[in-house]
């Protein structure tokens, strides 16, 4: 039985007549191939990188699980291609998500003039630019009475970098709210952002294999964050998990370094580090001491 996802943050969603991603009840997502070169090029990647020897076995986690392509009955009702990939959401019971767009330039090298403009006005009126990544949707587990704090999309695409600070410290709060006054408490964030196997510490294992890897450009890529909130409130781990989604722009490396995702890497980094620091906690040599 094919749905809609109930948790997504980001992206084109399906709809009466709108072509958009679904879900089964076994784990799998199925996403709609883009047009044009896009879905070719996505799927294209999927199938490089399952099958390429290079990438190493503990880089894999962060990146869902690729089970090929399938025609199928779409949203729209008709018959379209889709990649079949891991649901990310499926094991979850409320899941907090955090769907951020990495780098300060979204488009690949062979980008037409008119997408380049049109990527490039977005970016300069987003944090693109200035912080090397940006938000592109939300959504934060307040309780089973007021269900998800979840800004919608037009807000989260005008917020500059004092707003990203904010959101990122609502993400790890016990109150978060879309009332001004209200100032996040961050309660969570040495559960969710901190720890061995916390968020910090993935993207720091990432950041180690961007400094080294050049087999891919991630052009226009996002970081997924992900936690559990019921489980923190009980006493146990907040199955914390940072994954890479979207892929359909990247090209290859050519033995030349992802400069332009890894910095914008690193400035989310240096956000998440702010954010533990201010409650206590530190990162050294990528290593998270309390």
Same mark, same amino acid.
């Not at 499926?90 to 997408?115: C, F, H, L, Q």
């Not at 999309?153 to 609502?170: A, C, M, Q, S, T």
């Given at each position: ?17 709108? #072509?958009?991603?679904?879900?089964? +009840?076994?784990?799998? !997502? %199925? =996403? @709609? ?104 949707? #939300?959504?934060?587990?307040?309780? +089973?009475?007021?269900? !998800? %704090? =979840? @800004? ?139």
């Amino acid at each position: 039985m094919l749905k809609i996802p109930d948790h997504q943050v980001a992206g084109h969603e399906a709809g009466a007549g709108k #072509l958009g991603p679904l879900v089964d +009840d076994s784990g799998r !997502f %199925y =996403k @709609p191939l883009q047009s044009g070169k896009r879905g070719a090029e996505e799927a294209a990647f999927y199938e490089s990188f399952s099958s390429n020897t290079k990438v190493p076995e503990h880089i894999r986690k962060y990146f869902p699980t690729y089970y090929g392509t399938k025609v199928m009955k779409a949203s729209t009702g008709v018959e379209h291609p889709h990649i079949v990939l891991q649901d990310l959401a499926s094991t979850r019971v409320n899941p907090s998500i955090m769907d951020i767009k990495i780098g300060s330039r979204t488009w690949g090298p062979e980008a037409s003039d008119a997408y380049i403009a049109k990527c490039l006005e977005r970016d300069r009126e987003s944090t693109s630019v200035t912080l090397g990544f940006r938000l592109s949707g #939300l959504q934060v587990f307040i309780n +089973d009475e007021s269900g !998800f %704090y =979840k @800004p919608n999309r037009d807000f989260i695409h005008k917020i500059g970098p004092d707003d990203v600070r904010v959101n990122l410290r609502k993400f790890v709060s016990s109150n978060p709210s879309e009332k001004l006054d209200t100032v996040p408490d961050c309660s969570l964030s040495s559960s969710v952002y901190g720890g061995t196997n916390g968020i910090l510490a993935q993207l720091l294992e990432l950041k180690a294999w961007f400094e080294d890897q050049t087999i891919y450009h991630f052009n226009a890529c996002s970081v997924l964050f992900m936690f559990e909130k019921g489980l923190v409130l009980n006493g146990a781990s907040s199955n914390a998990e940072v994954k890479l989604i979207d892929f359909a722009h990247v090209t290859e490396g050519k033995g030349v370094i992802d400069h332009n995702f890894l910095g914008g890497l690193c400035s989310l980094i240096k956000f998440i580090s702010d954010i533990l620091e201010m409650t206590g906690h530190t990162a050294t040599n990528g290593q998270l001491e309390v």
